[in-house]
């Protein structure tokens, strides 16, 4: 199951610029400065690796490989 229509719910929900998704972190929605978290568990390495492979194209998967981050637009 995709996990995209909820992320890309909770984008909008808050009218967020960014999702950020770090290992060790609770997910969350970037609003200027504002941080709104969109979940209340902590990402694992394993997770964030799972929803990237659900989320990214080869290319940004390739480039979180490469520098650690990715940034792609997402449209759902």
Request: charged share 20%.
């Amino acid at each position: 199951m995709s996990l995209m229509p909820s992320l890309c719910a909770a984008l909008e929900r808050a009218s967020g610029e960014r999702l950020v998704m770090r290992a060790g972190e609770r997910p969350h929605v970037l609003v200027g400065e504002r941080r709104h978290d969109v979940a209340s568990a902590v990402l694992s390495i394993n997770a964030v690796e799972a929803l990237a492979e659900q989320i990214l194209s080869p290319g940004a998967r390739q480039e979180l490989t490469t520098n650690g981050s990715a940034t792609e637009p997402v449209h759902a």
